[in-house]
């Protein structure tokens, strides 16, 4: 069993920056592939950022790339997300999962966290 508690979120400005962290309990932390996913009203939840296991690879969506970095520390059971250049596009709520398979496809995930709000004004 993993719980995933997500922290970070807030109200910024366009062009601003923002961490996420994502702190995971359990001991098995170091054997999920992590990732972000974000959810903006009326819209599906999509896939923002991921993680390898031992942090050699990392994906992003293309709307993201250039300006979020996804890292982790298995010492510490926490990923992060650094965002900065942000939108008001990139508003929305964004939810940290845990998955053993494919890490851009939501429904393969095994644990997701409660999420934090990301708003970006104008």
């Known amino acids: 069993q993993v719980q995933l508690v997500e922290s970070g979120g807030g109200l910024v400005q366009t062009g601003d920056s923002l961490r996420l962290s994502c702190a995971a309990s359990g001991r098995t932390f170091g054997s999920y592939k992590m990732g972000w996913f974000r959810q903006a009203p009326g819209k599906e939840r999509e896939f923002v950022a991921g993680i390898s296991r031992s942090s050699v690879s990392t994906f992003y969506a293309d709307s993201v790339k250039g300006r979020f970095t996804l890292s982790r520390d298995n010492a510490k059971n926490t990923v992060y997300l650094q965002m900065n250049s942000l939108k008001p596009e990139d508003t929305g709520v964004y939810y940290c999962?845990?998955?053993?398979?494919?890490?851009?496809?939501?429904?393969?995930?095994?644990?997701w966290g409660q999420g934090t709000q990301v708003t970006v004004s104008s």
């Open positions: 999962g845990a998955t053993s398979l494919s890490l851009t496809s939501r429904s393969t995930y095994d644990y």
